[in-house]
Structure formats: C-alpha cells, structure tokens
C-alpha cells in the first residue's frame, strides 16, 4: 500500500528565509509525486508534481522539490520565503488505483516578519 | 475557464439526516474525486467517477455514496449522518483520470457540520 509521511507538523521561518519542507513515501514502483497547497478556506492548490526524468522539479511560486529514490524522499524548497507562503502544505502519492492520491498529514507553515 | 465550483460551501445538519453535495468539474474534464478532509484522519480518497461510473473507491461505509452526470457534474450523499461525518469535503476533477499523471484540480470544499 502506499502512504506518505510529513515528519513536521508545524514550522515557523522567518520571512526572507530559506525553507524546506519534508515528504517520505512508500510506493512500490515508480511513484507519482504531488506537493499542494491550502490556504485557510480554501481548496488545493497544486505547486508542482514529479512523474519520471530531471530529479529537480520546479513548480509555481517559486517552489522546487527534489526526487530522492535511495531515500524516499521529495522534499520541498524554497530559497526566500513571503508572509504570503503562510498556508498548510501536503505532499501527495498516486500511480497505485487510478488516479486516486494518498496524502500526508500536511505541515502547517508559518512566517515571521 | 472557470474552476472546479462545489455547492453548497457550508452546511449543518443533524444526526440521522442525509445529505447531497455537489461539484461542477472544470469544463472538458469528465473524472472527478471526492477526498475528506478532517483534523483526525486528514485528508483521504472517498471515490472517483468517469463517464458516469464509479472507477474507484476508498474505504469508506455504505452510507457515503456518489454518481456523476452526463455533463460530468458529480454529487456525493452521505445519509444517516454521523457525528464523525463533520469535515471539509473536496471534489477534484481532471480531464481523462485513471492515470496518476492526470492533474487534479481541486475545488474550494463543501464544509458539512453534523449536530
């Protein structure tokens, strides 16, 4: 069966910092790999997904994640974090019914000024 | 092109009640999901429609069911409410589904309160 883990509830940076948000997944095979974002209220917001090739992976707002395969990872980074990138973010797997996706449980992101 | 809209966005019911939720996909797509959203149990897969069938199901009780149009538009009911049944449920569609590699674009949720 595949699952996700996100080992951190909640993190807290200071705006203009660099951050980096962890995923590990189990998956049999080649997983599909998603990273959405929730604002308070509102639905989900896709920011970039991994399928095959480049490890690194770019997606919006500035956004990247990096396929690790020995360590079943796909963290997400960004170099200099906005107030505005307070949100809650989840890290998603798919590829094992359909396209059916198996989140984590999200870590809750917040920014100092 | 307009995004994935569900109805209603808020709701209270009571225990024992029943009820239908609805989700217009984004025109041109014809999968659509559903997911609940709870802070216990997070965020989980409840079924996913295509051309009007049921392609797949989480694990879920009898009492959550869904159908799909021939317009794509998708409802899920939930009858005999449950207390538990309180979350945040979200619709997602994409244009083919059945591959993990069809993005999913996902709706603002119907937020369901149960009294």
């Known amino acids: 069966a595949q699952s996700v883990t996100q080992p951190d509830i909640h993190i807290t940076v200071s705006e203009g910092a660099s951050l980096e948000l962890r995923c590990n997944y189990s998956?049999?095979?080649?997983?599909?790999l998603f990273w959405y974002v929730q604002s308070p209220g509102q639905g989900l917001q896709l920011l970039l997904k991994y399928f095959s090739g480049d490890t690194l992976v770019q997606g919006i707002k500035g956004f990247e994640a990096e396929f690790k395969r020995s360590q079943s990872s796909f963290n997400l980074r960004k170099p200099s974090v906005h107030w505005s990138d307070a949100a809650e973010y989840f890290c998603a797997v798919g590829g094992n019914a359909g396209n059916m996706l198996t989140f984590g449980g999200g870590t809750r992101l917040m920014v100092k000024p | 092109k307009a995004g994935v809209t569900q109805t209603p966005r808020y709701l209270i019911k009571t225990r024992g009640q029943q009820v239908t939720l609805s989700c217009s996909p984004i025109?041109?797509?014809?999968?659509v999901s559903w997911y609940q959203q709870t802070p216990g149990q997070g965020l989980q897969f409840l079924f996913e429609?295509?051309?009007?069938?049921?392609?797949n199901k989480g694990n879920f009780p009898g009492r959550f069911s869904g159908r799909q149009f021939s317009n794509s538009r998708s409802e899920m009911n939930v009858s005999t409410l449950e207390l538990g049944d309180s979350a945040l449920y979200l619709c997602?569609?994409?244009?083919?589904?059945?591959?993990?590699?069809?993005?999913?674009?996902f709706g603002p949720g119907t937020r369901l309160t149960v009294l």
């Open positions: 429609y295509f051309s009007e069938t049921q392609r």
């Open positions: 998956y049999g095979a080649t997983p599909y």
């Open positions: 025109s041109g797509h014809r999968s």
């Open positions: 997602a569609s994409s244009l083919a589904g059945g591959r993990a590699s069809d993005t999913q674009y």
